[in-house]
């Protein structure tokens, strides 16, 4: 049985970011992919290749838009340009383009030129927007800090605390009550409180959509509020698709001496005793380890790889229970003969820079709402489209663009016996039909598509109902309590066995936080001799 220090169940970032570390401080690692292709949700495949594109077009099949990473340091302390990674700047970040009339918002890094976009547009929310910014900045300094360390008892507050006392104005003098109560608040009513136009209610509120909770959820407030980091870091688009980022890491462990294997699916973890000793795949090969670490799914690890033979029937009860929710969303990857044309704003130079909004009007959100909350598609899907062909031309060759279109609030479980496999195509038109409202020129200019319903989500990605968050976003999973509080410090009851997926703190996106927080708690209980973390 082949011998290593470390093995990384799953290649997905958090994984991959775990195990770069270990493979920096001298670990020999093995990093076993159940697909072809390693980069978990966060990789790029070659589709639609034919006589007119014989280059094909280099298509995301997870995560597109890298914001959070940017604000970890751990590109930097990975140096993962050194190994084949570049990253274009998405600038504006977003845009909203009006649904009815003329006007666009660009939301830029900057935000004096943010300020001037919304004065075009909701000039009443000028000081509006400039305020949030500032309230938000302030908090989040303290939110990243508890984002970047394993969760504790009031780790949160902890590092609340310490930025008031720092940076002395986490909380502006008499503002205290009404800051702690923004806090706990739901982001739909944070936004709704915040703004007066209702342009600018709808883009926030639908950028603060990503992160999975509905808007009513409550102490969600600071998904809304976390745009202030946008003008910290920005967003950025790795050169040649979304998997650069996780092709880099495979380059960087393979650089260090470590290995990253595909086509190794995993059956179960081996265990001894109540400690983690190697894997076996589902052909039988086994591979042994002093630590296992699993990147996948935390239900799939401890209910499937661990099983009840090593699980106490309270504890598998626990890990059964978790709230992973119903679907998040669904995504069409389109190959298309050209770019949108927004019908509110013509030849705009900079609306394809980043993420495009398409979302008409906080009702309309609601709409879609109330259609998921009874378990059916929504009959009008709000939409964020990305266009990133524009600024990347190594992703579509031949003179073509690309398109993705991700729509939310999509129930994995479906009312009336519908089933996802027989009404995928019609759920996909349905945003495509979106895009061509705003941009009629799209109207017969698709090429061909690449469709993820939730349930092609849960196939592709191992991702538990579609939930790209892995879990539920809410705030009784989050920090201490996710996945579990007996779990939420990266460690399992089973010996040597971690956890380094987003179903650990803080959760999803590409961010690179769980992975980075599982590596210091490992090389921190298994000291090398030259054991080094930034």
């Given at each position: 049985?082949?011998?290593?220090?470390?093995?990384?169940?799953?290649?997905?970032?958090?994984?991959?970011?775990?195990?770069?570390?270990?493979?920096?401080?001298n670990?020999?690692?093995l990093?076993?992919?159940?697909?072809?292709?390693?980069?978990?949700?966060?990789?790029?495949?070659?589709?639609f290749e034919?006589?007119?594109?014989p280059n094909?077009?280099?298509?995301?099949?997870?995560?597109?838009v890298?914001?959070?990473?940017h604000?970890?340091?751990?590109?930097?302390?990975?140096?993962?340009?050194?190994y084949?990674?570049?990253?274009?700047?998405?600038?504006?970040?977003?845009?909203?383009?009006?649904p009815?009339?003329?006007?666009?918002?660009?939301?830029?890094?900057?935000?004096e030129?943010?300020?001037e976009?919304?004065?075009?547009?909701a000039?009443?929310?000028?000081e509006?927007?400039?305020?949030?910014?500032?309230?938000?900045?302030?908090?989040?300094?303290?939110?990243?800090?508890?984002?970047?360390?394993?969760?504790?008892?009031?780790?949160?507050f902890?590092e609340?605390?310490?930025?008031?006392?720092r940076?002395?104005?986490?909380?502006?003098?008499?503002?205290?009550?009404?800051?702690?109560?923004?806090?706990?608040?739901?982001?739909?009513?944070v936004?709704?409180?915040?703004?007066?136009s209702?342009?600018?209610?709808?883009?926030?509120?639908?950028?603060?959509?990503?992160?999975?909770?509905l808007p009513?959820?409550?102490?969600?407030?600071?998904?809304?509020?976390?745009?202030?980091?946008?003008?910290?870091?920005?967003?950025k688009?790795?050169?040649?698709?979304?998997?650069?980022?996780?092709?880099?890491?495979?380059?960087?462990?393979?650089?260090?001496?470590?290995?990253?294997r595909?086509?190794h699916?995993?059956q179960?973890?081996?265990?001894?005793?109540?400690?983690?000793?190697?894997v076996?795949?589902?052909?039988?090969?086994?591979?042994?380890a002093?630590?296992?670490?699993?990147?996948?799914?935390?239900?799939?690890?401890?209910?499937?790889?661990?099983?009840?033979?090593?699980?106490?029937?309270?504890?598998?009860?626990?890990?059964?229970?978790?709230n992973?929710?119903?679907?998040?969303?669904?995504?069409?990857?389109?190959?298309?003969?050209?770019?949108?044309?927004?019908?509110?704003?013509?030849?705009?130079?900079?609306?394809h820079?980043?993420?495009?909004?398409l979302?008409?009007s906080?009702?309309?959100?609601?709409?879609?709402?109330?259609?998921?909350?009874?378990?059916?598609?929504?009959?009008?899907?709000?939409?964020?489209?990305?266009?990133f062909?524009?600024i990347?031309?190594?992703?579509?060759?031949?003179?073509?663009?690309?398109?993705?279109?991700?729509?939310?609030?999509?129930?994995?479980?479906?009312?009336?016996?519908?089933?996802?496999?027989?009404?995928?195509?019609?759920?996909?038109?349905k945003i495509y039909?979106?895009?061509?409202?705003?941009?009629?020129?799209?109207k017969?200019?698709?090429?061909?598509?690449?469709?993820?319903?939730?349930?092609?989500?849960?196939?592709?990605?191992?991702?538990?109902?579609?939930?790209?968050?892995?879990?539920?976003?809410s705030?009784?999973?989050?920090?201490m309590?996710?996945?579990?509080?007996?779990?939420?410090?990266?460690?399992?009851?089973?010996?040597?066995?971690?956890?380094?997926?987003?179903?650990?703190?803080?959760?999803?996106?590409?961010?690179?936080?769980?992975?980075?927080?599982?590596?210091?708690v490992i090389?921190?209980?298994h000291?090398?001799?030259?054991?080094?973390?930034?």
């Open positions: 049985m082949p011998n290593f220090d470390a093995i990384v169940i799953g290649s997905g970032h958090n994984g991959l970011v775990t195990a770069c570390y270990l493979a920096r401080n670990y020999k690692v990093v076993l992919e159940r697909d072809s292709t390693i980069g978990g949700a966060v990789r790029t495949e070659t589709m034919s006589e007119e594109n094909g077009f280099r298509m995301d099949v997870g995560s597109s890298h914001i959070m990473i604000q970890t340091g751990i590109i930097e302390e990975l140096e993962l340009e050194k084949g990674l570049e990253y274009i700047d998405m600038d504006p970040i977003m845009s909203y383009p009006v009815t009339g003329k006007g666009v918002i660009h939301f830029w890094k900057d935000i030129r943010t300020l976009s919304i004065s075009k547009v000039p009443e929310d000028v509006n927007y400039k305020e949030f910014i500032d309230f938000w900045g302030r908090i989040n300094k303290g939110v990243l800090k508890a984002f970047m360390s394993k969760p504790a008892a009031g780790s949160l902890a609340l605390t310490k930025a008031q006392i940076e002395g104005s986490m909380f502006k003098k008499g503002e205290q009550q009404a800051g702690l109560q923004k806090i706990l608040s739901s982001y739909g009513k936004v709704d409180d915040a703004f007066e209702p342009h600018m209610k709808a883009a926030i509120m639908w950028f603060a959509a990503q992160s999975g909770p009513d959820h409550s102490a969600t407030g600071d998904f809304a509020g976390w745009q202030s980091m946008l003008h910290e870091s920005g967003a688009h790795p050169k040649g698709g979304s998997g650069m980022l996780t092709q880099a890491m495979k380059n960087m462990i393979e650089a260090h001496g470590g290995e990253v595909a086509d699916p995993i179960k973890i081996l265990i001894e005793n109540g400690k983690a000793i190697g076996q795949t589902e052909n039988g090969e086994e591979f042994s002093n630590i296992i670490v699993s990147n996948a799914h935390v239900q799939t690890t401890m209910m499937k790889m661990v099983g009840r033979d090593h699980l106490d029937d309270s504890m598998f009860k626990k890990v059964e229970d978790i992973v929710g119903n679907g998040f969303g669904m995504v069409i990857r389109c190959a298309v003969e050209e770019l949108p044309e927004y019908t509110a704003a013509p030849g705009d130079p900079h609306i820079n980043g993420i495009q909004l979302a008409p906080v009702q309309y959100m609601n709409n879609a709402i109330g259609d998921y909350m009874h378990k059916l598609p929504p009959e009008k899907p709000a939409v964020l489209c990305m266009t062909s524009k990347d031309p190594d992703v579509a060759k031949d003179g073509k663009h690309t398109l993705f279109a991700w729509a939310q609030w999509h129930p994995y479980e479906l009312a009336n016996g519908m089933h996802w496999d027989d009404i995928r195509e019609r759920e996909a038109q039909d979106v895009v061509t409202d705003y941009a009629p020129n799209m017969g200019k698709l090429i061909d598509w690449y469709i993820q319903s939730p349930l092609d989500i849960e196939r592709k990605h191992g991702l538990l109902k579609g939930n790209v968050m892995h879990v539920e976003m705030f009784d999973q989050m920090f309590f996710r996945p579990i509080p007996e779990m939420s410090q990266y460690e399992t009851p089973i010996k040597n066995l971690y956890l380094a997926s987003a179903s650990c703190h803080p959760g999803g996106g590409v961010f690179g936080a769980a992975g980075h927080n599982a590596a210091r090389l921190k209980k000291r090398k001799k030259f054991f080094s973390f930034s």
